[in-house]
């Protein structure tokens, strides 16, 4: 056992320092970024801000939605090859990915969506762990057979695996290990790692062999996803921010909540109208039992089950997301997402704002 002592950091620990600005509007920042892989060898360019490929975000029609604003999706791993075929006349290959697990019943499954969809280029190999010398070798599986598509592996925390799985064939490793907003990962293994730590160590690790990463979990308002981004992450994933949109789908619950007023005339009582939605993270009960049947005698729901407001269309959303990177970009006198991380010193704090009018 040793103890490390140098402090690391969360989004919530810092706050970016403005900066002077020669930026006259937010319309002159430019959000698209183009990059180039170091395996694939191939391109891209678009606004690197991704939907995580969880249950209620990472869905056909989000892709279909989030496409439309140049951002990406990285699909469900429950999506069949026929249902994926029935989109793709619709679909953009650079701008989705298809997600595996590591099994041999994952690999023949993305074999077959390959196989019958030769356009599509991304792989997202996701696993909750992402340290085992298994998932190293089954990148190195997935890299042999597809040597010219882009492939996302993760998730680690630390730049040692980065480059492990990057030397192994990943193009964008994955970052994060119990930040997001239903895992319990850390309350149930307690392991993890602070996300903002975690981003600048594994983007150093990255960026020193021509690979790139991506930023997931943890963001829970648009100053969180500028932060990311200023810490050096190349794309930002989010869940919790994604999900609860009508193209999420699942099942909108209805309550009615008493307002503690009464109506004139009859002096009963005024109830409104509240819609929820269910989300799960991909470790949960609700998940397991969902895609496996069971939770396996050998293991423990490392996710929650909540409700969360149900937010409408997804374009609001993403305008309120990109408005708040924009607005960063100014602030620090950034042109460029590129210039972000370049333009930011993040400063420590132990408040983030005046919350007197949030409490509940």
């Known amino acids: 056992m040793r103890i490390e002592f140098d402090e690391k950091l969360d989004f919530q620990d810092v706050?970016?320092?403005?900066?002077?600005?020669?930026?006259?509007?937010?319309?002159?920042?430019?959000?698209?970024?183009?990059?180039?892989?170091k395996h694939a060898k191939s391109s891209w360019t678009g606004i690197p801000i991704m939907a995580a490929n969880m249950d209620g975000v990472g869905t056909l029609k989000m892709a279909l939605a989030l496409q439309e604003k140049n951002l990406f999706t990285c699909l469900v791993k429950s999506y069949s090859e026929r249902e994926i075929a029935s989109s793709m006349d619709k679909l953009d290959p650079n701008l989705f990915a298809v997600s595996t697990g590591t099994s041999e019943h994952d690999f023949k499954n993305l074999t077959s969506i390959l196989n019958q969809n030769?356009?599509?280029?991304?792989?997202?190999?996701?696993?909750?762990?992402?340290y085992s010398e298994a998932f190293g070798e089954y990148v190195s599986k997935v890299r042999a057979h597809y040597p010219n598509h882009v492939i996302i592996a993760g998730n680690v925390v630390t730049a040692d695996m980065t480059q492990e799985l990057i030397l192994r064939g990943a193009d964008i490793v994955k970052v994060g290990i119990g930040p997001g907003s239903v895992c319990t990962t850390r309350i149930q293994t307690g392991v993890g790692y602070p996300q903002l730590s975690a981003i600048i160590e594994c983007a150093d690790a990255a960026h020193g062999l021509g690979a790139h990463i991506i930023s997931d979990g943890g963001c829970t308002c648009p100053g969180d996803v500028a932060k990311a981004f200023g810490a050096g992450a190349d794309f930002v994933m989010l869940g919790g921010m994604f999900a609860g949109h009508i193209q999420?789908?699942?099942?909108?619950?209805?309550?009615?909540?008493?307002?503690?007023?009464?109506?004139?005339?009859?002096?009963?009582?005024?109830?409104?109208?509240?819609?929820?939605?269910?989300?799960?993270?991909?470790?949960?009960?609700?998940?397991?039992?969902?895609?496996?049947?069971?939770?396996?005698?050998?293991?423990?729901?490392?996710?929650?089950?909540?409700?969360?407001?149900?937010?409408?269309h997804v374009e609001d959303t993403i305008k309120d997301i990109l408005g708040g990177l924009r607005s960063t970009c100014t602030y620090v006198g950034a042109k460029t997402l590129k210039d972000l991380s370049k333009c930011t010193t993040f400063v420590r704090v132990h408040r983030q704002y005046n919350d007197i009018y949030t409490r509940h």
């Open 15 to 37: 706050l970016i320092r403005p900066k002077r600005s020669t930026l006259s509007s937010r319309k002159e920042v430019q959000l698209e970024r183009t990059y180039t892989f």
């Open 118 to 130: 030769p356009s599509i280029t991304f792989i997202c190999i996701d696993v909750a762990n992402g």
């Open 248 to 312: 999420g789908g699942g099942k909108i619950i209805s309550e009615f909540h008493d307002t503690l007023q009464k109506d004139m005339r009859t002096f009963e009582p005024i109830y409104k109208e509240i819609k929820f939605v269910q989300f799960y993270g991909m470790s949960s009960s609700t998940a397991m039992l969902k895609h496996k049947g069971e939770v396996a005698d050998y293991r423990s729901s490392e996710g929650r089950t909540v409700k969360i407001p149900f937010k409408g």
